[in-house]
C-alpha cells in the first residue's frame, strides 16, 4: 500500500476552480493507478477519475467530463485533480486512491482500491 494525503479543498462559488492535491509516500508510487472518488453526505461513493501510471490514460465519469482533469507528476509522487466550472452538486469529501496496475488495467470501482487518503472537504455555493 501507499501513504496518501490529499489538500487543495475549500468553499468556492459555482462557476469557480479548485484544485486537489494527492501526495504519496510509502510503495513506488509508479506501480500505481490513482484515482479521485467523491462522497455527498447521506451518499454512496462516486467515482471521478482515474488515470495510469504512465499518465497516458485517464477515465472520467460523465458528471464531470469536461470540467474536471486528472493529471499526475511521477517525480513529486503527487496526482492533482482540476476542477473548473464547478456546481453545488460537486459538493462532496473529495477521496484519493491508489490501485496496482496489472494487465493494464484501470477501475472506476471502489472496491478495487487498496489505498485511500483522509479526504478533503469541497464546498460550491450556488
Known amino acids: 500500500q501507499v501513504q496518501l494525503v490529499e489538500s487543495g479543498g475549500g468553499l468556492v462559488q459555482a462557476g469557480g476552480s479548485l484544485r486537489l492535491s494527492c501526495a504519496a509516500s510509502g510503495r513506488t508510487f509508479s506501480n500505481y493507478a490513482m484515482g479521485w472518488f467523491r462522497q455527498a453526505p447521506g451518499k454512496a461513493r462516486d467515482f471521478v477519475a482515474v488515470?495510469?501510471?504512465?499518465?497516458?490514460?485517464?477515465n472520467y465519469a460523465d458528471s464531470v467530463k469536461g470540467r474536471f482533469t486528472i493529471s499526475r507528476d511521477n517525480a513529486k509522487n503527487t496526482v492533482y485533480l482540476q476542477m473548473n466550472s464547478l456546481k453545488p452538486e460537486d459538493t462532496a469529501v473529495y477521496y484519493c486512491?491508489?490501485?496496482?496496475?496489472?494487465?493494464?488495467?484501470?477501475?472506476?470501482?471502489?472496491?478495487?482500491?487498496?489505498?485511500w487518503g483522509q479526504g478533503t472537504q469541497v464546498t460550491v455555493s450556488s
Open positions: 488515470i495510469t501510471w504512465s499518465g497516458g490514460s485517464t
Open positions: 486512491a491508489a490501485h496496482v496496475m496489472e494487465a493494464g488495467i484501470i477501475w472506476r470501482v471502489a472496491e478495487k482500491y487498496d489505498s
